[in-house]
């Protein structure tokens, strides 16, 4: 079993998290813009529909687990995995016909948190792109929000409708990838969910003034979103990353 040490802490992998709640609401946005945001990590959006990648905002409370207890958002897209060649030629199934052949991956180009020792730890461990962030998480509700803010400005408000029960199972069926000091590495993660719920649409947000709300405007934020989910208690487990 291998190990860290995060500010004089060990920290054993794979690190564990025994409950958290989250919400998700996924977009589709321009390839081309989506192309340019991530273009410093070496790799390549997924075109789930021609000229259209998944871009996911997830937030999460993080009640229960090796790194304490936290707020985070994050900003991830859906990617096609290192080595899988060339994507197939454009058409309305092109995208699926990717997926099916090359599988998918989750690279994570931004991932603020409240606190001190989970941005370390992300960080140093896996190469998150951890930030300090003030992260406003109003979860008590059917209507889960967030809002965020980064430097004292705005980013975005965040609002989730309830969709559907859906039965408890698993969540996360894509690795994670990172990029951090010119280094691109792959975590493979596994999450489970109850009282999980999802719906087509389902988003309000409402974008601030910082550069990140920028970024997603030229994305083509705000609109409507493709799906949202929610899951009130969730478990997930981190293996090592490996650099790719």
Not at 22 to 49: P, Q, W
């Amino acid at each position: 079993m291998s190990s860290h040490l995060i500010q004089g802490r060990r920290i054993d992998m794979p690190v564990r998290i025994r409950d958290a709640s989250v919400g998700a609401a996924t977009y589709l946005v321009r390839a081309d813009a989506a192309r340019a945001v991530i273009a410093y990590s070496g790799l390549d959006v997924t075109e789930v529909l021609p000229g259209k990648a998944a871009c996911t905002l997830v937030f999460v409370q993080y009640r229960d687990g090796d790194l304490d207890a936290y707020h985070e958002f994050g900003m991830a897209f859906l990617i096609r995995p290192p080595g899988s060649g060339r994507p197939p030629g454009r058409g309305p199934l092109a995208g699926l016909k990717d997926v099916r052949a090359a599988g998918s991956g989750a690279f994570v180009h931004w991932l603020p948190v409240d606190q001190g020792f989970t941005l370390e730890a992300g960080r140093r461990i896996w190469g998150f792109p951890k930030e300090r962030a003030d992260i406003d998480l109003r979860l008590a509700t059917p209507y889960k929000r967030c809002v965020l803010r980064r430097d004292g400005r705005l980013v975005l408000d965040l609002l989730i409708r309830p969709g559907l029960p859906l039965p408890p199972g698993g969540l996360a069926g894509v690795d994670a990838y990172s990029h951090l000091d010119g280094v691109t590495r792959r975590i493979p993660w596994k999450a489970r969910g109850s009282g999980v719920r999802a719906r087509p649409g389902g988003a309000l947000i409402r974008l601030g003034n910082h550069p990140i709300a920028k970024e997603l405007s030229e994305l083509g934020l705000p609109g409507k979103a493709l799906m949202t989910a929610t899951a009130d208690h969730v478990t997930m487990s981190f293996e090592d990353a490996v650099a790719v």
